[in-house]
């Protein structure tokens, strides 16, 4: 009898003790961490570079009528940027900017204020260091829980593609592409039916890169736990729980950020020409280029050059000529950080892979003295001559902002998207509606609980007791489980939490019944708690294996509403299980480890 009862014991203790920390965790992120607390926690956590968190915490500082302050300390941090380790080690970089040192070094600061703004740093880290355990430690908010936003957007499958679909269908016909019109009816039929299976397979792989890429930058824009996932063939829905500035990731989220390099047609853009105006000898008409009233030659191709009026402030175009075969795409850059220009902009340095830091090696030593567009989602950013060769390294400069230029390094770190998206729904959900939910879910499972344990009390007694111990212990376990697999606690979860007490009891009744069957046949009160919970296990188990496995179905078939919900119950049912026949035996056999006990209650 004594083994029965250790190691059931200690396997339960072990779960407890987890499940009061998460929910200890749980507690503290949700009902003692302010607002304001969260959204610096999040600038900390996500940002690529001190930067961002220094921005928040001087506008959360009591010098925040220091203006000066605010600049020149991101000035300072993005100039001096080398010196600290701000991409490879992001901790020790944020412990940094509390040292001293670092703040004496900027011109214009009141020495005065330099140990309260240290002192200030220094608590802020402590209690991010501290929030931030609380946040990993508990179980995770859905979007209709904490609030957020959801994007439903579809992919667009370029015309390239598409010809290159239709193409490849001819050819398994071996026809040729333009003979497809006098073709029989018959072959046109196959040909047909052959692109649209090519099309919904390419838009399904096409989709399902898109998703990776998207997921990808909506982490460097640091939104917590996004959510990422496709329905049908072409449409994704992207879930932004908790995010507070949605315009500025939205705007990002649907760039391609597809970075290129080409070199520029000298001659024919003007670039040593000073006498005529590019804009009257270049000129798009008819849906065609004309260069001096000629029709543009086909290997060339027309990309504007984008800048910042400094003076009026006003976007200027400028069109630039390219060779169409002189091109370098690039998908994956191995980094791309922000770095102060010797002009006193920002701009962008980035870093490519082996492979193709080999291919610009090849473009630029083969154009040597030439000016070569860098080329930024269709725009050309900036045109340098090509002084030496390049293989593993450049810089993008363009009049950008300091948040601009960071927006774009974090897409071409993320990798460009591999087509075209476009937004169909943008949903807001406020975090009061969450709450209310929160509020709302937890009174629900209260009033529960609380009238199952007294109507279970009423009517088993002793074992009743057993049964509502045995509940609790199963709403701890599910919380675990819920945190330790990192799942998500949505609106239709809690619904299917709820639902889960109900199926918890309803094993122990089952159990309970066996056992007063036992006890009216004659056997005394070992036997017929032994036997009972035998001749229970194949019911309780063929009821709960059924739902169990509509609960999976539901979970990968399913999405939103109904995949939150299904979540939860697949996580109550092992719970549940486990509960009755290890949690609600192993009281039993505590109670009848003592020889005493003749009879029991039922």
Known sequence: MKKRVFWPLVITFTLILLSSLSLQKTYQWWFTVSQEEKTILQTYIDAHDPQDFI????????????????AVTNKHIIMHGTEYPTVNDRDAAFDMITNVTIFTDIQGIDSNTIPILQSEMQTILSRMHQIKAYRDGSVKLGLDLQGGVLVRMKVMMSKDIHEQIFIKACKEQKIQPEDFDVQPPTIQKNINERVEEIRKRRLYQLRNDTMERILARVDEFGVSEPRVSGEEDDLIVVELPGLKNPDRVLKNLNLTGQLAFQIVDEQLSLMNDRSRDINEVLVYSNLQWYYDGELLPDDR???????????????????MVLYRDKKLKV??????????????????????????ASEMFSLTSANMDKPMAIILDNNIKTAPYIRAAI??????????????????????????????????????????????????????????????ILVMMFIYKIPGIISDITLMIN?????????????????????G????????????VIIYERIKEELISGKDIRKAIDTGF????????DANITTF????????????????FAVTLSVGIVSSVFAAFIVNRLFFNIILNNPNVRKMAF
């Open 497 to 508: 939490l709820i639902l889960t007490i109900g199926m918890a009891v309803d094993a122990n």
């Open 549 to 564: 496995i509509t609960a999976l179905i539901m979970m990968n078939v399913g999405t939103g509403p109904v995949k939150g």
């Open 55 to 70: 921005t928040t915490f001087i506008s959360q500082s009591s010098l925040n009528s220091n203006k000066a302050l605010y």
């Open 301 to 319: 191709e027309v990309r504007y050059l984008v800048n910042n009026d400094k003076k009026t402030g006003n976007l200027t175009e400028t069109p």
């Open 475 to 495: 709403m701890f376990i599910i919380f675990f489980i819920m945190m330790a697999f990192d799942f998500t606690l949505t609106l239709p979860g809690i619904a």
């Open 331 to 356: 998908r994956v850059l191995r980094d791309a950080a922000v770095q102060q220009g010797q002009l006193g902009g920002y701009e962008i340095r980035f870093a490519l892979d082996a492979q193709t």
């Open 391 to 452: 293989s593993d390294s450049g810089v993008i400069s363009g009049d950008f902002t300091v948040e601009r230029a960071n927006d774009l390094s974090r897409i071409l770190r993320a990798g460009a998207l591999p087509a075209d998206i476009k937004y169909l729904e943008i949903v807001n959900v406020g975090a009061s509606l969450g709450e209310d939910s929160i509020r709302k879910g937890i009174n629900a499972a209260a009033w529960g609980i609380l009238v199952v």
């Open 534 to 541: 035998k001749r229970s296990v194949t019911t309780i188990l």
